[in-house]
């Protein structure tokens, strides 16, 4: 599976962006579509997820800022961001996964900088 996500950018402090991921196929059930994220000097860490079967997770960091989506039409997942803060600047990576693997994006850069 391939994985093309898109949507980064720089913003200020308070804006919004929304990334995309789009798959190259459908994914086999059950499956998992998330972000992940990593700054400079850390280590990648999970931002959001989302199951076949509904399930949804949030980072502390992000909850109640951050919305994640999908259309399973367009093999595709979302990453909403909102009020945004300079903590969040990091490449975010999609992942895919199902009982083929787990795949990754390219990533996508997200600055958040006035």
């Known amino acids: 599976v391939q994985l093309q996500a898109f949507g980064g950018g720089l913003v200020q402090p308070g804006g919004s962006l929304r990334l995309s991921c789009v798959a190259s196929?459908?994914?086999?059930?059950?499956?998992?579509m998330g972000w992940y994220r990593q700054a400079p000097g850390k280590q990648r860490e999970l931002v959001a997820a989302?199951?076949?079967?509904?399930?949804?997770y949030y980072a502390d960091s992000v909850k109640g800022r951050f919305n994640i989506s999908r259309d399973n039409a367009k093999n595709a997942v979302y990453l909403q961001m909102n009020s945004l803060k300079p903590e969040d600047t990091a490449v975010y990576y999609c992942?895919?996964?199902?009982?083929?693997?787990?795949?990754w994006g390219q990533g996508t850069l997200v600055t958040v900088s006035s």
């Open positions: 992942n895919a996964a199902d009982g083929s693997g787990g795949f």
């Open positions: 196929r459908s994914m086999n059930s059950p499956n998992a």
């Open positions: 989302t199951t076949s079967g509904g399930s949804i």
